[in-house]
């Protein structure tokens, strides 16, 4: 989803993809260590993104193919993302402007919905440009980000809310948990939940995490939320619109 997301709709054209595909995919590749880095398939057209919550069996199934071997099949993340003394971004500057978009689209904090377009193309630039800090090879032109933002205009494609919802969604790629959050609260981006056999959550998105065992053993106030503590019972937190 993530990798047909950025790959965008025209199968045959690259006019409409998100200048991070070839950023955050590495391309098809094989990778036994950091200096043993071998592309197979670096064509953006022909990046793959693999099926969620599928095993082996599924997926050889799936590309009919019983000899199937995904590391050599589907688009890989960036190995010069990989490198353990890489800096990390708790927030960035495109998660600003974003949520100022969100903000002014919303009309909160003084803020009203002719403002919100500046501030999504703001957060959209700056989260494509964000990267060299990784490696200087990812570097987004302004012309590119233009590209991108003439093909995929403010408001048309899909409500503005979820645009902005899917751009966190991209930001936040290399901060999952941050990414679940936005999605808990907004809704977007609108997946479809995979529902693999024997799961826990009968094919939901689980909503929030169960506490450790640890809490579970050594907190005394624990037994407040006895039998709210469950997968199953998708009990949003508050600030996702679960009670307070």
């Given at each position: 989803?993530?990798?047909d997301f950025l790959k965008?709709?025209?199968?045959?054209?690259?006019a409409d993809d998100d200048p991070r595909l070839m950023i955050l995919s590495g391309g098809v590749y094989s990778w036994t260590?950091?200096?043993?880095?071998?592309?197979?398939i670096l064509d953006p057209l022909a990046q793959k993104g693999m099926p969620n919550g599928k095993d082996i069996n599924m997926l050889k199934t799936i590309e009919n193919n019983p000899n199937l071997d995904p590391t050599t099949t589907y688009s890989r993340m960036s190995?010069?993302?990989?490198n353990r003394d890489d800096p990390y971004m708790l927030m960035n500057y495109g998660e600003v402007e974003l949520l100022l978009a969100e903000a002014a689209q919303r009309g909160i904090g003084g803020?009203?919905?002719s403002a919100a377009q500046g501030h999504y193309n703001a957060g959209v630039k700056a989260s494509m440009q964000m990267y060299t800090i990784y490696d200087p090879?990812?570097?987004v032109s302004d012309a590119q980000v233009t590209t991108y933002l003439a093909a995929h205009p403010y408001g048309v494609e899909k409500p503005a809310l979820e645009m902005i919802g899917d751009q966190y969604w991209v930001n936040h790629f290399l901060n999952w948990w941050e990414a679940w959050s936005n999605w808990r609260r907004t809704g977007y981006p609108v997946l479809v939940p995979v529902n693999y056999p024997g799961n826990v959550t009968g094919g939901k998105i689980f909503q929030r995490l169960r506490y450790p065992s640890s809490e579970v053993a050594g907190n005394p106030n624990y037994a407040d939320v006895a039998g709210q503590d469950d997968y199953l019972k998708q009990q949003k937190v508050w600030w996702a619109g679960g009670p307070e």
């Open positions: 989803v993530f990798v965008g709709s025209n199968a045959t054209s690259t260590s950091e200096d043993n880095y071998t592309p197979i190995p010069k993302l990989l803020l009203t919905a090879s990812f570097v």
